[in-house]
């Protein structure tokens, strides 16, 4: 069954650092672009980063750009990303999916927080 399961969510104070990771069934991630992306009760899901097969294209949204680093270990259809000097405003629930997302494919998601 194809299933993304994303971990590594956890509480930080400001200017902390963290490192996701989600682990992708062969059939979801095997040469596709792939993505992290975040959502704040309340609000719309947002991209965040994405990676390309073969991992030697990322880009950013300007929110994090220089603070979060995506990469990808297609040997084990894993993908992480890498996030430091975390601000608050980076609170939410982080997703993993393809880019663009598949509806099929929206795992249960690993919280990170933010805060003093």
């Known amino acids: 069954q194809a299933q993304i399961v994303e971990s590594g969510g956890d509480s930080v104070q400001p200017g902390g650092s963290l490192k996701l990771s989600c682990t992708a069934s062969k059939s979801i991630s095997h040469t596709y672009s792939m993505a992290w992306y975040r959502q704040v009760p309340g609000k719309q899901r947002e991209w965040v980063a994405r990676?390309?097969?073969?991992?030697?294209?990322?880009d950013y949204a300007n929110s994090v750009k220089g603070r979060f680093t995506i990469s990808r270990d297609d040997a084990n259809y894993m993908v992480f990303l890498h996030m430091e000097n975390l601000k608050p405003e980076d609170t939410a629930v982080y997703y993993c999916n393809r880019f663009p997302p598949s509806d099929a494919f929206w795992g249960q998601g690993t919280r990170v927080t933010v805060s003093t």
């Open positions: 990676i390309i097969s073969g991992g030697k294209i990322t």
